[in-house]
Every structure is written in structure tokens, then in C-alpha cells.
């Protein structure tokens, strides 16, 4: 089993950035690809991101070129770095494994507010 926790929220302004970390538990954290995922209020929730075991990363089309997800196993954390923030990535940031369809549970997630 492997749980997350999501920080490094907050309100910015468009054109912004943020970088959002998720600490996983668990010794097999290294062997699991990982997702970030959002949810705005009224939608579904959507993949943002994913990172595999080895590295090979896939974006969203609507954050590819401002998104970029990294990890760093021997800190058992992902990252996703946010430049040029728009208002329509307004939601609640999720890490879990992918695909979605292997998670077993979500966490509270981190809220980012893009807003002039």
C-alpha cells in the first residue's frame, strides 16, 4: 500500500507559478507510476500528468509546454512545476498512482486558485 499527501497550493495570479510536492509512504514507492491529477468544481477529475517508474513523463494538451512533472525516488516525491498559470487551472491538485484506475482511495489534494 502507498498513500499521499498533496502541498504547495495557493491563490496566484495568471501568468503565475507554482510548484506542487506529494510525499508518498511506502519502500515501493519507486516501482509505481504516478499521476497528478485536478478537479475544478462541477467536473470530473482529469489526469494532468504522469511520471513511470522510469521516468517517461505525458502531459494533458492543456498543459503541455507549462506543466512539467518530475520525481525523485529517493525522496519518495513527485513534483509538478507550473508556469503560466491560467484561471482555467483553477482546482483541486490530486497525486495518486496511474492509472486513475488503480488508486483505492483520495486524499484531500491541495487547492490552487489562479485569479486577478
Known amino acids: 500500500q502507498v498513500q499521499f499527501v498533496e502541498s504547495g497550493g495557493g491563490l496566484v495570479q495568471p501568468g503565475g507559478s507554482l510548484r506542487l510536492s506529494c510525499a508518498a509512504s511506502g519502500s515501493i514507492f519507486k516501482i509505481y507510476d504516478v499521476g497528478w491529477y485536478r478537479q475544478a468544481p462541477g467536473k470530473e477529475r482529469d489526469r494532468v500528468a504522469v511520471?513511470?517508474?522510469?521516468?517517461?513523463?505525458n502531459y494533458a494538451d492543456s498543459v503541455k509546454g507549462r506543466f512539467t512533472i518530475s520525481r525523485d525516488n529517493a525522496k519518495n516525491t513527485v513534483y509538478l512545476q507550473m508556469n503560466s498559470l491560467k484561471p482555467e487551472d483553477t482546482a483541486v491538485y490530486y497525486c495518486?498512482?496511474?492509472?486513475?484506475?488503480?488508486?483505492?482511495?483520495w486524499g484531500p489534494g491541495t487547492q490552487v486558485t489562479v485569479s486577478s
Open positions: 511520471i513511470t517508474a522510469v521516468g517517461i513523463t
Open positions: 495518486n498512482v496511474a492509472p486513475a484506475s488503480s488508486a483505492r482511495w
